[in-house]
């Protein structure tokens, strides 16, 4: 479980796959282990996380393997992704939970007055684990009637007895065959608790999984491996686009398409000539000099309406829309285009906050493969 957002928990889904073998323990004595682990580690849902470890089954040749066998908690969900990929497998109750039913139940019948002899646990799982679950159920169905309707007591009972060809343990370790999901445990303490559970750390639902997939990468030796895999997938979406690109291209040279016409300029009419002057009397055309022709009128275009000067220009009351991003308003004259930020930095940092939201969409593009 890690913590998300808004005071939430969430559950990380996590499948290890390993090939075990045999090795000494601590004190010299035979033990089964597992080794060349590879973890994949999701935030979803039962049905997709079942979709989400089918590259690494494969990956895994899980499918072709001889013998298989599932190490769970006997969840629904686990039964079911083992039942998806390998119905064959060979399907083991993790010792520990099997233990932990087993120690729940002593303590409900100590609670109720069952007196048992000291140590009686650690008899109990000796037993389960070298003789087998037979004799400790049989054990149990020597109990009266009214302990087994006991809230504790007949849940774990059943629990058991549901599960008793999950805990033949002694055979399963006779194969060579793990009997605890150790290498679970440790996958969710180094993949998923040691990125996501530090203190004080609340995650957005949509940022666990892209951290995850970084994490199985470092975790599972394919750091590589993952960005050359990125990389191509980004070039072929590059490629993709391209030629999505040229063929809208070809295909409005085709249908032979263009850009609207501009209209052209409205003319203004021609200005009406002054009257002529009125004609001077007879005695004074002598002395006239000859009027001259007024040359032809053309029609002229507007001309644009000058800027008034600096100092008559009236500063329109700043809207609240007119203000930059840094909270500062922006008087906007009359005529003028509107400013977008008040200083020079300002200018800067909006850029450079463009630059930072491209590069984190290409990110994800890139590690959400």
Same mark, same amino acid.
């Given at each position: ?100 039913? !087993?120690?729940?139940? /002593?303590?409900? #019948?100590? &609670?109720? @007055?069952?007196?048992?002899?000291? +140590? %009686? !646990?650690?008899?109990? /799982?000796?037993? #389960?684990? &070298?003789? @087998?679950?037979?004799?400790?159920? +049989? %054990? ?6 009214? #302990? ?17 060809? #999950? ?176 200083s020079h930095r300002c200018r800067q940092r909006a850029y450079c906050q463009r630059q930072a939201m491209k590069r984190w969409e290409q990110w994800k593009s890139i590690v959400s493969f």
């Open positions: 479980m890690i913590s998300l957002v808004h005071k939430q928990w969430a559950e990380v889904r996590t499948l290890a796959i390993g090939e075990p073998h045999v090795g000494p323990d601590t004190d010299g004595e035979p033990e089964i282990h597992v080794g060349r682990l590879s973890y994949v580690s999701r935030l979803c849902d039962a049905f997709t996380f079942l979709q989400h470890v089918a590259g690494e089954i494969r990956r895994r040749k899980v499918l072709e393997a001889r013998e298989v066998c599932s190490v769970t908690d006997g969840a629904e969900w686990c039964q079911n992704v083992t039942a998806s990929y390998r119905p064959d497998a060979l399907r083991i109750l993790d010792f520990p939970h099997a233990a932990e039913h !087993l120690s729940q139940m /002593l303590e409900t #019948l100590e &609670h109720a @007055g069952v007196r048992f002899p000291d +140590r %009686m !646990l650690e008899r109990c /799982l000796h037993v #389960l684990k &070298h003789r @087998g679950p037979g004799a400790l159920l +049989r %054990m149990a169905g020597r109990l009266e009637s009214d #302990l087994m309707q006991q809230k504790g007591i007949g849940e774990h009972l059943d629990y058991l007895r549901k599960r008793e060809a #999950l805990m033949q343990y002694p055979a399963f370790r006779a194969q060579g065959w793990p009997i605890g999901s150790g290498m679970v445990e440790s996958a969710n303490k180094l993949v998923v608790h040691a990125r996501l559970k530090g203190s004080g750390m609340h995650w957005l639902r949509s940022h666990v999984n892209p951290l995850l997939t970084l994490r199985m990468a470092v975790c599972n030796d394919r750091w590589q491996e993952m960005w050359q895999k990125a990389i191509r997938q980004q070039h072929m979406g590059d490629a993709c686009q391209r030629s999505a690109i040229a063929e809208s291209e070809v295909q409005a040279s085709l249908t032979g398409t263009s850009s609207p016409s501009v209209s052209a300029l409205p003319l203004v009419a021609p200005s009406r000539p002054r009257a002529l002057p009125p004609e001077p009397p007879s005695h004074a055309k002598a002395a006239a000099p000859p009027l001259t022709p007024l040359p032809p009128v053309h029609p002229i275009l507007p001309s644009p309406s000058p800027r008034p000067p600096a100092h008559l220009q009236v500063p329109v009351a700043p809207q609240q829309s007119d203000t930059c991003p840094c909270g500062m308003p922006l008087i906007r004259f009359k005529g003028h285009r509107t400013k977008e930020y008040c």
